[in-house]
């Protein structure tokens, strides 16, 4: 007998149209594949295709595989089917914040070695605060209102001054643009003690004396981090940055 005809078979519905082709019916025929079968690819080509698919099958969401002839579902029941991990969007994570740490810290390195030949050196350390205070605000200001938001669950300056919720990822970007640059130390020094210190005490208040299970709006206000130890890190590396360049590097 052949390896074709011995091969393992799926059937795969999904929308493929004018305007849209449905990702993940792109990513259920690229598991399959890699998974060893071979894909019967239907596409579904109109609205009109789509609805009388649902409505003969009894579904809700394309796209839809068969097995096999054994209706299996979708993207995450395929995933399901096979054993692997499928994410719950709602599941909290350090992921961000760990990959956002692991990217500054390259970028800090990779800096370093280009002006200096060298990658590690106190400037690297500096680069290092500053990308990543840089970085933060960024994802804070991609959405201020939701970073705001979630940010008056738990910060003490903002609960007293709502304000300071929107003003709080300028002074941080503020702030870590002056330490990559390393001017106007009068400025950036202050700016990272307040925000890192008034930081710092929220989250012990918050999660430490509290007790309180939040999420961090450290890296944008539709953040899934834990409030907690990564979020208290950020806050005290400002600090211990703001000191240093006052005691060490100043001079």
């Not at 054994?70 to 995450?76: A, N």
């Not at 590690?120 to 990308?131: K, M, N, P, S």
Request: with cysteine; hydrophobic share 50%.
């Amino acid at each position: 007998m052949s390896a074709q005809a011995t091969r393992k078979h799926a059937t795969l519905y999904r929308m493929v149209m004018e305007k849209h082709v449905c990702p993940y019916g792109l990513k259920a025929r690229d598991l399959l594949r890699r998974e060893g079968y071979a894909v019967d690819d239907r596409w579904l080509t109109t609205r009109a295709h789509v609805d009388a698919f649902k409505d003969e099958h009894g579904v809700r969401t394309t796209p839809q595989i068969f097995v096999e002839g054994t209706r299996i579902g979708g993207y995450d029941d395929l995933r399901h089917h096979f054993g692997k991990k499928v994410v719950d969007p709602k599941a909290t994570t350090y992921k961000p914040v760990v990959a956002l740490f692991a990217i500054t810290a390259l970028m800090a390195l990779a800096a370093s070695h280009a002006a200096y030949g060298a990658p590690f050196t106190v400037h690297a350390a500096r680069w290092f605060i500053g990308f990543s205070m840089t970085m933060l605000a960024l994802l804070k200001l991609q959405n201020v209102e939701n970073f705001a938001t979630m940010f008056l669950n738990y910060d003490l300056l903002a609960k007293q001054w709502v304000p300071y919720s929107y003003i709080y990822p300028f002074a941080e970007a503020l702030a870590g643009v002056l330490m990559i640059a390393g001017v106007l130390t009068w400025l950036s020094v202050p700016i990272a003690l307040f925000i890192g210190g008034i930081g710092a005490a929220s989250v012990i208040k918050a999660v430490y004396m509290d007790g309180r299970a939040l999420k961090c709006a450290c890296v944008g206000g539709s953040s899934n981090v834990p409030l907690g130890f990564l979020s208290l890190t950020e806050n005290l590396m400002m600090i211990a940055m703001a000191v240093w360049m006052t005691f060490g590097m100043a001079g």
